[in-house]
């Protein structure tokens, strides 16, 4: 079936690593893509130094921009460039913004929880600023964040933001220590090239990369934290 849209011919990937307190997160990013990509240092050494993040804001989460950027399309029609992805990285210190009781964020089930309580802590953000509740698009519970598998992560992913002028995010969430949860966010932006049913089939090719671009991440965790990790699933699947 030919695609509607595609990458920019010579789209080979570059792959980003960062070591973060000896784990090690991989990303590989089309070639095309570079000269919009943003990323931090590639060592992080420690996730308790409040210098490591650059996101500090009153009554939230610590947050350490990772990597940023947008994946380039054209359409395969006549060539012309159309709307990008746009792609942020960003580790969260979870700390105590999470609700009572706090378990082990290693668990697949409080990673859910925790993910669950920001997205909601967001909404109410833009109900305080009175933003119209018919843009709203977030999950109504925990049980409708969805998993995603891939070889040697478990993602978490909703929809949620505001959709007066654009399409929801997609967000995806993994945690990667006790404290620290590692948080994807991607949106298509509109598609407003042709019929209706045009443009939906567009972003419906442009929502199935982001799920092939969180596939292609990799993480190779410290020895640590690996068996932090193996303890903490293993109880959780008793």
């Avoid at 030919?2 to 070639?31: K, T, W």
């Avoid at 045009?198 to 410290?222: G, Q, T, V, W, Y």
Wanted: aromatic share 10%; proline share 6%.
């Amino acid at each position: 079936m030919v695609r509607l849209i595609q990458r920019p011919e010579n789209s080979e990937e570059i792959l980003f690593s960062f070591d973060i307190e000896g784990s090690h997160l991989y990303i590989p990013i089309p070639q095309t893509s570079i000269p919009q990509t943003t990323a931090c240092e590639s060592s992080i050494p420690s996730l308790a130094a409040e210098s490591t993040y650059d996101y500090c804001l009153p009554n939230w989460m610590p947050a350490k921009s990772v990597i940023n950027g947008t994946f380039e399309y054209i359409c395969t029609a006549d060539k012309l460039r159309v709307t990008p992805t746009v792609f942020n990285a960003r580790i969260y210190r979870v700390d105590d913004y999470r609700p009572d009781p706090r378990e082990n964020l290693l668990t697949i089930e409080e990673t859910r929880r925790v993910f669950f309580g920001m997205k909601v802590q967001f909404k109410e953000v833009l109900i305080n600023s009175n933003c119209d509740k018919q843009y709203f698009v977030f999950p109504d519970k925990e049980n409708d964040i969805c998993n995603l598998h891939t070889d040697s992560l478990i993602w978490l992913h909703t929809r949620a933001g505001y959709t007066a002028v654009g399409p929801a995010d997609i967000s995806f969430a993994t945690p990667i220590s006790k404290n620290h949860l590692l948080i994807i966010d991607l949106n298509t932006g509109n598609f407003n090239y042709g019929t209706e049913e045009e443009n939906a089939a567009m972003r419906a090719e442009a929502e199935s990369d982001l799920f092939d671009f969180i596939k292609s991440i990799r993480i190779d965790f410290s020895p640590e934290i690996q068996a932090q990790i193996d303890e903490a699933r293993a109880i959780e699947n008793a």
